[in-house]
């Protein structure tokens, strides 16, 4: 059956990268349909909107959803309302993706390009999997108040609410259990429930569900430990299970272990299993228009998409095989070049990866 392919390049290098990940799909011959529209700073500048009806209709309406980046500093003087980065959270709420995938990889041929010693980050393969809707990043009361107690009462203070509810729990550790299910069979339950009662009861409903995935080895980590491993020992880890909060912070840290942002995907997920695949890194103001944008995890993010979103592990092993040929075959992008390698240009790199 046709699957439907929103893509949404939005601002930047969105449309480079996207380009060179449409390129790579299209090589695989399958049957898919790509369908544009635009989103973030264009679509503003077009229809006076970051996201515009029809564009939301398209995503809600498509099978997954290919994004680009959205951004520009030409839009820092907008209203928040009509800034392009609210296209991205009008997805997540509209097409309630609460699941975030966050694969870190360090490539062999990488390993010098990363933060890291060789020998701690080489094999890295790990996959944060981030609650995004809840936590304390939405929960409600939150606001200004003047103390009601402690040492400061009376005073101004800022408040937030940290909140996860048992189903909430429970929908994300499903996500975590299928994904190590798929990978080396290993989930780590980050949280803090050592202080906190969301942690507790995160910690509780984790168990709970991790008894339906008998083959998967479950560990826990106080994510305070988690940062400090991610750093010590990051090829222990496989898939890292933790909630919104938490998942932000650690995602951003496991970046680092990795080379270059230009190779981080991601993952948005609902309770379909579909969602919106996009790279970790945003649309790069600086180098935009000159075709020199690294498209790995715009390429790598629509393997994902056809991974999670249509269930097709084959091709999507392959579309990797073909980023691993390449890199191997010492072709580069500047974000990642060394000495003695190939440099080629953002839609160099897609032509490498489509022949591969
Ligand atoms: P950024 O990720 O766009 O760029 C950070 C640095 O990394 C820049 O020096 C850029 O040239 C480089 N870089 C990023 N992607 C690269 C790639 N594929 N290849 C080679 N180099 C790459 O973050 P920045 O500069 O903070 O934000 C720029 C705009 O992007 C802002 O408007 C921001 O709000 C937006 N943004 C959008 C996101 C999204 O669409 N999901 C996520 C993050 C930021
Ligand atoms: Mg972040």
Sequence with gaps: MTKKIAVLPGDGIGTEIVEQAVKVLKALGEDFEYEYADVGGVAYANHGHPLPPETLALAKEADAVLFGAVGDFKYDTLPRALRPEQAILGLRKNLNLFA???????????????????????????????ELTGDVYFGTPRGRREAPDGPFKGAEEGFDTMRYSRPEVERIAHVGFRTAMQRRKHLTCVDKSNVLETSQLWREVVTEVSKQYPEVKLDYLYVDNAAMQLVRAPTELDVVLTGNLFGDILSDEAAMLTGSIGMLASASLNEKGTGLFEPSHG????????????????????????????????????IEAAIRKVLSDGIRTGDIWSEGCEKVSCSGMGDAIRAA
């Design 283 to 318: 649309s790069a103001p600086d180098i935009a228009g000159k075709n020199i944008a690294n498209p790995i995890a715009t390429v790598e993010s629509a393997a994902m998409m056809i991974r999670y979103a249509f269930h097709m592990d084959e091709q999507a092993d392959r």
């Design 100 to 130: 975030n995938l966050r694969p870190a990889v360090c490539y062999p041929e990488l390993v010098s390009a990363s933060t890291l010693r060789p020998e701690v980050v080489s094999g890295l393969d790990l996959v944060i999997v981030r």
